[in-house]
T-cell receptor, first 121, second 112 residues
């Protein structure tokens, strides 16, 4: 089946540094990828929609300058948390949809990565 | 805005016990409803879905019925196995799998 690889699985960084998280579709091409975030005991929340070759679309309340998304190829999207602070500590998950599938169809499910646990000290 | 509320876990059961994980939603109109499962070390996988009221989604012995009158989509399984231990997420969407709105997730622990 379709596999999405997310790297790293966990990362600890110091406050003020930047962290890059990669999301790769291993055996399919993904025009669209999604980035989610989950704080402890809260819902998994959509942060942004990443489109290959164009700017990402951010959800309300998500700072685009802080969470840089690059979708430079059909198999890779990256999320960079810039100048990370302890309040950015969270679980980040990406998902991908295979290219050529109808975005409004329920027969083209999303494929999720395993997630990245970010801890900012 | 749209939201999903799930029962807080963990839910701890013995093997072969009956499982219910409650899920209620708030949304205008008629969203589609989903259950996703995340096994240890793996990504979320779609478990089942229901796209209209009174639909029943089912897969791997799990079932959930879209109840519009109670705005609920409770997950049930008649006899759980140790291998069902995972985190279960209830979610809704208005447009296919675009913009899924998730609940907090419920961890299920099944002991032999």
């Amino acid at each position: 089946g379709a596999v999405v690889s997310q790297h790293p699985s966990w990362v600890i960084c110091k406050s003020g540094t930047s962290v890059k998280i990669e999301c790769r579709s291993l055996d399919f091409q993904a025009t669209t990828m999604f980035w989610y975030r989950q704080f402890p005991k809260q819902s998994l929340m959509l942060m942004a929609t990443s489109n290959e070759g164009s700017k990402a679309t951010y959800e309300q309340g998500v700072e685009k300058d802080k969470f840089l998304i690059n979708h430079a190829s059909l198999t890779l999207s990256t999320l960079t948390v810039t100048s990370a602070h302890p309040e950015d500590s969270s679980f980040y998950i990406c998902s991908a949809r295979a290219s050529g599938t109808d975005i409004s169809s329920y027969n083209s499910p999303l494929h999720f990565g395993n997630g990245t646990r970010l801890t900012v000290t | 805005g749209d939201s999903v509320t799930q029962m807080e876990g963990p839910v701890t059961l013995s093997e072969e016990a009956f499982l219910t994980i409650n899920c209620t939603y708030t949304a205008t109109g008629y969203p589609s409803l989903f259950w996703y499962v995340q096994y240890p070390g793996e990504g979320l996988q779609l478990l089942l879905k229901a796209t209209k009221a009174d639909d029943k989604g089912s897969n791997k012995g799990f079932e959930a019925t879209y109840r519009k009158e109670t705005t609920s989509f409770h997950l049930e399984k008649g006899s759980v196995q140790v291998s069902d231990s995972a985190v279960y997420f209830c979610a809704l969407s208005r447009t296919g799998f675009q913009k899924l709105v998730f609940g907090t997730g419920t961890r299920l622990l099944v002991s032999p």
